[in-house]
């Protein structure tokens, strides 16, 4: 049987631990990596699901991971090829990221049109 004090020094412990684990989700999930802490949990995106290239601040479609890295695509095809990018530095599109890559795809299509 476990003494009453260790008992609360282990569910001590464990809050500690769950409250840390919280907050590197949370950054990981706001692209803040200022937190520290021993474990790293990190969000990936899904395949087609637009992200935010932080290191280029440029908006990309999450293709797959490779290696260390994961492929980004440009939202607007042909306007670059498909590029590394950091995970750490990758977030996901906010709306106002999914309005800046909708107005560059619209621009792309009436350009088209107008050649």
């Not at 907050?23 to 692209?31: F, H, K, L, W």
């Not at 990309?60 to 290696?67: I, K, L």
């Not at 090829?81 to 890559?101: G, Q, Y």
């Amino acid at each position: 049987m476990v003494e009453a004090k260790t008992a609360d020094r282990l569910a001590e412990i464990i809050r500690a631990g769950v409250d840390a684990l919280a907050a590197e989700e949370g950054a990981a999930m706001t692209g803040d990596h200022s937190v520290a802490g021993s474990v790293s949990l990190m969000w990936a995106p899904h395949d087609g699901q637009l992200v935010v290239d932080g290191e280029r601040d440029q908006v990309g479609v999450f293709r797959r991971a490779e290696g260390d890295r994961w492929v980004l695509a440009p939202v607007v095809h042909g306007s670059c090829d498909d590029w590394l990018a950091d995970p750490l530095k990758v977030r996901a599109a906010e709306p106002t990221d999914r309005v800046r890559a909708e107005a560059a795809l619209a621009n792309a299509q009436s350009v088209q049109r107008v050649s």
